[in-house]
């Protein structure tokens, strides 16, 4: 059915969506964002396929659209904003993919899910990052000044905290991590990273047949009857105690009707959500931290203040900078008609530098109240995990300034590699160093 012209269409000319950032700022969201913020904060939008969409960059419209259930977010229904990306239609999000979900597919998964962040879950998880952190800043005190900051800390601890979280026995945490970096490696060959996704999926898959085992040993203990074997090589790992165990994947087994497939995509989803942004907030929240010493100097002697950091850091860096959305009906929005079928590009960068929503947006203030930031996103959508994120983030980040508080970097700032071409924004690599004892005395 064609549309007459609307009297709210938009008449100026489309833009793109910016992408490159100003040398020598690598905090801040690429060049004309807050051109075209300041001008229209929804932007008809030309897209790399030739679609004719909108881009949103102010806050309070992409806070809008996030909680407005006329928008989906099912991958088959969007269009790629960014150029080079896939071409065709993108297919349906994998069994357990969230993200790509609409109501009530996604209704079901987030209930079940949610129920499981819980308090008691989130302190013993605490813990556990309290002593991770230790042992890798142990090991980077040990060998000595001199590292890549992204693999000697900010990539192993959100890796060894999502086992904690899946319930990954010890035995194979080196096969889980290593699979998991590789994913993530600057270096890797095409061929490489893609074993790296098939030996993940099959783990998941043995996880979660090791899971199922834990749990009918459990029934059948529970009525006096034994259990039968066959969880593959992580069920060796999952002992006969395992029901008692405090993992969600182990939860999830018992107590929900999801099937073997979808309690894989769901580990598999968690991995993917929880591992690349915890690591590159770690990563780049350091770079941002050092870059700005008085910053650093706050929170490594004000333990009060980690919280409020790592909500000022969320907002300032937004490393998940960007995400599409599609209408489902015709929405007026901003004085404007978006149809039925036109995708929204979301900037979550430009809307967490907003001025309207925070006053000078463009400097990173630790004491700043930052509440209402999109950096975990807003919605039925809003970050599953953003608990277990802010529990990593308020640990590691004052740890790591308290036990190197002559942190630095080892390269000049515009020598460090960052990751312009990436949907998580961050830094590749971190050299950095510091004085030891001898250096000091």
């Known amino acids: 059915m064609q549309h007459e012209p609307s009297p709210h269409a938009d008449a100026t000319e489309p833009v793109t969506l910016p992408t490159q950032r100003a040398a020598g700022c690598p905090f801040d969201p690429p060049t004309g964002l807050a051109e075209i913020r300041e001008q229209r904060p929804l932007a008809r939008m030309t897209y790399p396929d030739g679609h004719a969409g909108w881009l949103a960059t102010g806050h309070s419209t992409i806070r809008a659209i996030l909680g407005d259930p006329r928008f989906s977010s099912r991958y088959e229904l969007l269009h790629h904003p960014f150029p080079g990306g896939p071409e065709g239609p993108i297919p349906p999000a994998p069994v357990g993919d969230m993200t790509g ?206 919280p409020q950091a790592v909500e000022e850091l969320m907002r300032y860096l937004t490393v998940a900078h960007t995400g599409v959305k599609s209408a489902l009906e015709d929405v007026e929005m901003d004085g404007r008609l978006i149809r039925a079928g036109e995708s929204v590009t979301l900037s979550f960068e430009a809307a967490n530098r907003d001025p309207e929503r925070f006053p000078d947006p463009d400097v990173l203030d630790l004491h700043r109240k930052a509440t209402g930031h999109l950096g975990f996103g807003h919605g039925i959508h809003q970050c599953l995990g953003q608990q277990l994120a802010r529990v990593e983030l308020t640990v590691a980040l004052p740890a790591l300034l308290r036990r190197f508080p002559t942190l630095r970097l080892a390269v000049p700032a515009e020598e460090v590699p960052l990751r312009t071409d990436m949907n998580i924004y961050g830094v590749h690599r971190l050299p950095v160093t510091w004085d030891t004892d001898e250096d000091e005395g």
Do not use: W
Request: with cysteine.
């Open 101 to 306: 979900m609409d109501a009530p597919e996604h209704t079901r998964f987030r209930r079940l899910l949610a129920g499981r962040f819980t308090v008691r879950r989130m302190r013993r998880l605490a813990a556990r990052a309290e002593e991770i952190t230790a042992e890798h800043l142990d090991a980077m005190e040990r060998g000595g000044p001199g590292v890549d900051l992204v693999e000697a800390f900010a990539r192993p601890l959100p890796a060894l905290m999502i086992c904690e979280l899946l319930g990954v026995p010890y035995a194979d945490r080196e096969r889980f991590q290593h699979h998991a970096h590789t994913l993530m490696a600057m270096e890797v060959t095409p061929e490489e990273r893609y074993a790296a996704f098939v030996g993940l999926q099959d783990y998941m898959a043995e996880l979660v047949a090791a899971k199922r085992l834990a749990a009918k040993r459990a029934t059948s203990a529970a009525s006096g009857t034994s259990g039968t074997s066959g969880a593959g090589a992580a069920g060796a790992a999952v002992t006969a105690g395992a029901e008692h165990s405090d993992d969600l994947l182990g939860d999830l087994a018992r107590d929900s009707d999801l099937t073997d497939e979808e309690l894989e995509g769901v580990g598999g989803f968690l991995l993917a959500a929880g591992l690349d942004t915890t690591a590159n907030m770690i990563a780049h929240g350091t770079f941002a931290l050092l870059a700005n010493p008085a910053q650093a100097e706050a929170l490594r002697t004000d333990p009060d203040l980690a």
